[in-house]
């Protein structure tokens, strides 16, 4: 099987990471402690491509599966606050990576000095990792490119493995600073210095916005006060609908491979935009939206046009210039049927 190594870094990367590991458990059935619990073959058929196999399955109990997913900061703070987590028992403990001093938003520290130093520790584990595949078919990285540890380490860490892996495919998900949803007046400088470094060493960028995803859960959604785990809730929703295709089977980008083939038109225009197709009810639904019409393919380009499924927020009218996309919409089958089982996920994080 086609397997993926994961990683995330920083705070930001270990907050969507954890709750990526959750959503997906969710739908293979797998329980906190890593113990299968589904009903159906389809959950297990490629599930190598995101786990290990700890255990063989018994008459008693389910087969136990531990993420293939590396964990790295430069303050144990994250790393704890993963581990007291409801899926905290789900990872391997030797893939906590974390150091003690952190990178205070400096680029420089997490790229040069403190994250230079943990790096190699982390590489070992990134190679161990891969030694255990049958075919490694790439990474995938979750971090933020307004911090320090994310942003500076994070593209440290993409082009030691670029330089040892060089034909394997490096996906991140990026998250991008904006002006009006900031913590500190460094966040362009760290996100400038990481762009660079992502045009040299990734194939694919998923570029997240958490200004976009304010929006969308405030108008959309009508949250009235977005938090951050509201937001890294519609970030691992996305990834888990981009990853559908490769941990589920499939003949339409089967691996990340053919979806950078698909995706990509140049090197150099690997970054993406990954419409955030997340539920479009309220917290609290009235008669009118429990009854509303199903969205057909109408209605959901009407409405990425509109800005609800806009994962950036609206450019800025006056310099600057848009080439057209082509929008592909493939299947027969509804947007209420496919998203149905998120949309009471996400009412449940939002009730608890």
Wanted: glycine residues 8%.
């Amino acid at each position: 099987m086609r397997e993926i190594v994961h990683l995330q870094a920083g705070q930001c990367g270990n907050q969507i990471g954890a709750k990526f590991w959750e959503i997906i458990s969710e739908e293979h059935g797998i329980d906190p402690t890593g113990v299968y619990r589904g009903t159906s073959d389809l959950q297990l058929e490629r599930i190598s491509v995101y786990y290990n196999e700890a255990s063989v399955a018994t008459k008693e109990s389910g087969g136990k599966y531990v993420p293939r997913a590396i964990l790295l900061d430069l303050e144990p703070g994250t790393m704890d606050a993963v581990r007291s987590g409801g899926y905290g028992q789900l990872f391997r403990p030797d893939n906590f990576v974390f150091g003690q001093s952190g990178a205070g938003n400096n680029w420089a520290k997490g790229h040069y000095t403190e994250g230079a130093e943990l790096v190699d520790a982390v590489l070992d584990v990134v190679r161990k990792e891969c030694e255990n595949c049958d075919c490694l078919q790439g990474f995938q990285l979750t971090h933020s490119l307004g911090g320090g540890t994310g942003s500076g380490m994070g593209t440290l860490l993409i082009s030691k493995i670029r330089e040892e892996y060089p034909d394997r495919i490096m996906n991140t998900y990026s998250v991008v600073p904006s002006p009006k949803v900031s913590d500190t007046v460094v966040e362009p400088y760290n996100a400038v210095l990481s762009i660079h470094q992502l045009v040299e060493n990734t194939d694919e960028t998923y570029c997240i916005d958490n200004e976009a995803l304010y929006d969308i859960c405030y108008r959309t959604l009508k949250v009235p006060n977005p938090t951050y785990g509201d937001l890294n809730h519609l970030v691992s929703l996305t990834m888990s609908g981009v990853t559908t295709c490769l941990r589920f089977p499939g003949q339409l980008n089967a691996d990340l491979r053919k979806l950078a083939v698909n995706m990509v038109p140049f090197p150099a225009s690997s970054f993406l935009y990954a419409w955030i197709c997340a539920p479009h009810i309220s917290r609290q639904p009235t008669v009118q939206s429990a009854h509303r019409p199903r969205a057909d393919t109408t209605d959901v380009r009407r409405q990425e046009h509109d800005g609800g499924l806009r994962p950036a927020p609206r450019p800025l009218p006056h310099r600057r210039r848009h080439l057209p996309r082509p929008h592909v919409h493939e299947g027969s089958r509804r947007t209420d049927a496919v998203h149905s089982k998120q949309e009471q996920q996400f009412l449940r994080r939002m009730d608890s």
